[in-house]
Nanobody, 125 residues
Framework: QVQLVESGGGLVQPGGSLRLSCAAS????????MGWFRQAPGKEREFVAG??????????TDSVKGRFTISRDNAKNTVTLHLQMNSLKPDDTALYYC????????????????WGQGTQVTVSS
């Protein structure tokens, strides 16, 4: 069974940085594409960033390009997924979710079958 546990959220001032992490285990997560999604109050959940199983491919939504960086550390049966967030804006405030795909390659931002519980990021002065 796949388990995903996020950490690293918090309150940060505009222009600041945070680094989110996700500890993933079970199934075939070490070879699965993984991603970060977020959901702000009153809005639908949206894709933020994705990374292929090998780590060789990445994808970002336009609003975070140049500010966020997704990365992963693969071990035999576990993965630690990271999201480095710089130059944070109030619009980045949301509950951030880690997700694992059914596929090894990025699949047009879809195919995510497993989800964590989320970690809150609040950007405010």
């Amino acid at each position: 069974q796949v388990q995903l546990v996020e950490s690293g959220g918090g309150l940060v001032q505009p222009g600041g940085s945070l680094r989110l992490s996700c500890a993933a285990s079970g199934g075939t997560v070490s070879s699965s594409a993984m991603g970060w999604f977020r959901q702000a109050p009153g809005k639908e959940r949206e894709f933020v960033a994705g990374i292929s199983g090998s780590g060789g491919g990445t994808d970002y939504t336009d609003s975070v390009k140049g500010r966020f960086t997704i990365s992963r550390d693969n071990a035999k049966n576990t993965v630690t997924l990271h999201l480095q967030m710089n130059s944070l804006k109030p619009d980045d405030t949301a509950l951030y979710y880690c997700a694992a795909s059914k596929y090894a390659l990025l699949n047009n931002r879809g195919g995510y079958a497993y989800w964590g519980q989320g970690t809150q990021v609040t950007v405010s002065s």
